[in-house]
DNA sequence: ATATCGTGGAGAACGTTGTTCGCCGAATGA
DNA sequence: TCATTCGGCGAACAACGTTCTCCACGATAT
């Protein structure tokens, strides 16, 4: 450079306990994976907000352009991210006596999932649900719904909506975390508990001839916590789910020992024409 | 070429006929609406992407720092955005007749308001749902809910969902959309017809082995179009409320009559205790 | 053992973003 | 008519994603 070197502690070190002590650290090449990892670790102490290319380099201990020899731009790392939440996640093989626990069961491991690493589900959220890698659930899912006894018009519907309802209720779930921890540092539950208490006392104070309902359940609003909640909207999912198994000849509950994955030739085609699944249809047009 | 000015379009016009025609201009003397609207504008022409306060303020003629004047951060315009979408958005007086009906007409009518602008959803997921704004919306449901018969357990949590799948399932009709008039320019309804059959002719292409249930659904899992999707998914939402209705002593199933908002009194708490609608429970803690 | 080559990381730079600071010009009250 | 106040303007700042050029290192060939 045409300047003078900078102040001391933006120096290089000298060669002669730089190249000793670079040895064990540059024979870990930086791999897609280990960028992948120190986005991880960067995104847990930071956010999403904070997840940047140039800290993810720091938390590396290289330069912010030595990440695109592995990643090619921060779309394709977040993909990356994205996939690997994935990763190793399993689906049991379908019982049809206990299809409605299994399916709460893949739904609970998903919130958990999403909520391991934080903001993950705005992460999720951005990415079209299904990647190549991503089949083999996509089909194990598919396999829980037809052997309990769904009609594929159902079937074919009802992975995106899970997912849809796992992806958006931890996505608030992390928003209202978030919010709590921005207004006052206390992450334990102190914080969530006054916030309660300072909701149900809002609702409260509504004029009740104007808000009747609101103010009538202000007192139970901020009761149940996450995870009741969850449950909640999950089981409305699943007994919804259950009201099709009576229909078009289907088996009327939860038969035993019918149906493994080998039946999908036998019920290929259903009453007539089965339905769309990832399928979209066109683009509802914007309207003004 | 420090110096030299643009060219033609890009200088300001002379000073003499720029006066008159500036009058009626900057007697507008530049709202929050007006702000607001013109936001509107840019997302719609760009995206949220291209969404930016220089953008805005080029849409108004005005500088970019005049707009922080009256809204004081891009979070707050948005925030503004956001509260637009459901200005005058109204919700019918409970029938208990048509309850059912009444709520998915709710949801059609917040898909359209949702769909109206581009990117509309992502905008809306982003933001914590129950603004003091839109406590009127909310008393509505509540008394849709309420008035049909659904346990205050049930009334409590359905609103977060019902917002979830609205939201959750719009946001990912955008990114179809976005992904499409991306890859090629033709936003009619050809390119979705084209990417319809690759997503079936893709499908029906994997081993059938690995994938007998995906392969089984291929030829139909591009079959119906995104409102006959969302249709279905708010059959399912509907249906498993409808169990709650012969429980706990609740109506059986739609009775005459009944119940109007006037009723929240005599129903007050219900068997035990309600439980919570916005409230949210303790973060989950970050599991790794 | 020496010279050559190629790869991958380093550093600086570019264009763009949200946001802020100091200034000016035009309305308004005395 | 003067002083004041307020809203818009231009420039600037820090930080972002991304790209460019260059250099040092290890492997290969002679």
Redesign the interface.
Known sequence: MSTGPASDDTLPATPWERSPRRRPAARVPLTPERVVDAAYEVL?REGLDGLTMRRVAAELGTAVSALYAHVSSKDELLELMYQRMFAGLEIPDPDPDRWQEQIKEFARAGR?RL????DMARIS??H??FTAGL??Q??RM??LF?NAGLP???????G??LS??L???T???????A??AAQDGG?G?AA?ER??AE??AYFAS?PPD????????S???????????FE??L??????????LDEDGARPAAPRGAAD??D??DR?AGPG????????????P???
Chains 1, 2 share one sequence.
Do not use: N
């Not at 996505?171 to 975390?177: F, K, P, S």
């Open positions: 847990d958990a909520l391991a690493h934080r959220m951005a079209v649900p089949l083999p996509l089909e598919l396999a037809r594929d018009r159902i079937t074919a519907v009802v995106d909506m849809t309802y992806e958006g209720f996505l608030e779930e992390e928003m209202w975390a919010r709590l992450d539950t969530w916030m309660r909701m149900e509504l104007r808000f009747p309902h609101l103010t009538a359940l007192g139970v609003m901020a009761d149940e916590d996450q995870d009741q909640r909640a909207g089981e409305i999912i699943v007994r919804g789910l259950a009201t099709y994955t080998a999908t030739a290929g024409r089965t339905a769309g699944g990832t399928g979209h249809g066109r683009p509802a914007p309207q003004d």
